[in-house]
């Protein structure tokens, strides 16, 4: 819900004061906001709302897990 509220939160500061509309036309769906929007992206279990302009979450032991997968690899050979 974090970055549903950082979304709409966004779209307010950038001309839609009030609120964001409930859904747009087709054509224009990709550059405007709408709440049809965000219930795509839950269906879709687009939980990181990539498809909202959103950059995904590095989870913090990505990077250990990778070395230990390296390091396995290293010692079959």
Known sequence: ?????????????????????????????????????IAIAILKNDLQFTSLGFQPKVSRWYGEFKRIEIEARRNKQ
């Open 1 to 37: 819900m974090k970055r549903v509220d950082q979304y709409i939160e966004t779209w307010k500061r950038q001309g839609y004061p009030d609120d964001i509309p409930d859904e747009v036309p087709a054509e224009i769906m990709a550059f405007a906001p709408s709440y049809k929007a």
